[in-house]
C-alpha cells in the first residue's frame, strides 16, 4: 500500500508538469510571432492563406491546400494590372499579366510565388527560410519596386 500512494503522486506531478510544459511556446511559433510583428509595423501585411493552385505549392493532403505565408503592400493610389508569376531558378516566371515581368530576376530565399492586382502587391513564401525576419525591408523594397515597373 505505501508504494501505491508514491505512484500516484508520482504519477500525478508527472501529469501536472506536462501541462505546464505543454503550455509553453515553442521557439518557432515565438520567432515567427516576432516576425510577422516586426512585419506589420513596416507597412507589410503578413497573412495566412491556403496557396492557390497556380503556385504550385504542394498540397498538405489530397484534398486539402496548403497553408502559406502571403505578404502584402497596399499601395493606395496605384492602379496595378493583374500579375500572377511562379518562382523558378530565382526568376519570376509569368503565369498570368505582362511579359515585362517574365524572367525578372529575384534574390530573395524562400519565395514561392508573387502576385499584383489593383493596389496590391504581394508574394507567397516559406517563413522557415527567414525565422531571424532578416529579408522584410529586401521584401517590401522589393514589392514596390515592382509596383512601379
Known amino acids: ?8 503522486a508520482v504519477v500525478i506531478i508527472v501529469f501536472v508538469l506536462g501541462s505546464i510544459l505543454g503550455l ?3 521557439p518557432r511559433e515565438k520567432a515567427l510571432g516576432i516576425m510577422r510583428e516586426k512585419a506589420r509595423k ?3 501585411h503578413p497573412r495566412l492563406v491556403a496557396a492557390p493552385d497556380w503556385t504550385k ?6 484534398n486539402r491546400a496548403s497553408m502559406v505565408a502571403y505578404y502584402s503592400v497596399l499601395i493606395p493610389d496605384a492602379r496595378l494590372p493583374l500579375m500572377r ?3 523558378e531558378d530565382q526568376q519570376l516566371k ?5 511579359e515585362k515581368f517574365n524572367n525578372f ?21 516559406d517563413e522557415e ?10 521584401i517590401k523594397a522589393y514589392l514596390h519596386a515592382l509596383a512601379e515597373l
Request: charged share 15%; net charge negative; aromatic share 6%.
Open 1 to 8: 500500500m505505501e508504494n501505491t500512494g508514491i505512484w500516484v
Open 24 to 26: 509553453r511556446v515553442s
Open 42 to 44: 513596416m507597412g507589410l
Open 57 to 62: 505549392i504542394p498540397l498538405a493532403s489530397s
Open 85 to 87: 508569376a511562379r518562382v
Open 94 to 98: 509569368l503565369v498570368h499579366g505582362d
Open 105 to 125: 530576376p529575384i534574390a530573395l530565399k524562400g519565395i514561392y510565388a508573387i502576385d499584383m492586382q489593383a493596389n496590391c502587391v504581394g508574394l507567397y513564401w
Open 129 to 138: 527560410a527567414d525565422l531571424k525576419a532578416t529579408q522584410l525591408e529586401d
